[in-house]
């Protein structure tokens, strides 16, 4: 059983900054160790849309959006994604889900963690 667990939303001004990070757990062993993670967002009444991903190779992808103000990371024995946001703005507002996707294995998504961006 996989469980992906996410921390660090929250509530911030414009212009701030959050850091999310989420972290796959697992039986040792049980998840390959060729995998991509990633951060997804939805916004009340849209789809879900890609925020961010990376791969266990290094290999990043990011949202038009995105413009620069994100960055995410990896540790990837520790199955651990984080995900650097930078000059948030209000349409940033939305709960982040984690993905985690390993090489010829089921997906996982994290249960989402609300982003608040507001004065």
């Known amino acids: 059983q996989v469980q992906l667990v996410e921390s660090g939303g929250g509530l911030v001004q414009p212009g701030g ?3 999310l ?12 160790s060729r995998y991509m993670m ?3 967002r ?4 849209q789809w879900r849309e890609l925020v961010a991903t990376i791969h266990s190779d290094g290999t990043t992808r ?8 994100f960055t995410i990371s990896m540790q990837a024995a520790r199955y651990t994604v984080d995900l650097q946001m930078s000059g948030l703005k209000p349409e940033d507002t939305a ?8 090489y010829l294995q089921d997906e996982h998504w994290g249960p989402g963690i609300q982003v608040n961006v507001s004065s």
């Open 21 to 32: 990070s989420c972290t796959a757990s697992a039986a040792s062993g049980s998840i390959s």
């Open 95 to 102: 709960v982040y889900y984690c993905h985690l996707r390993p």
């Open 17 to 19: 900054s959050l850091r």
């Open 42 to 45: 939805r916004v009340p009444g």
């Open 62 to 69: 990011y949202a038009d959006f995105v413009d620069g103000r």
């Open 38 to 40: 990633g951060w997804y």
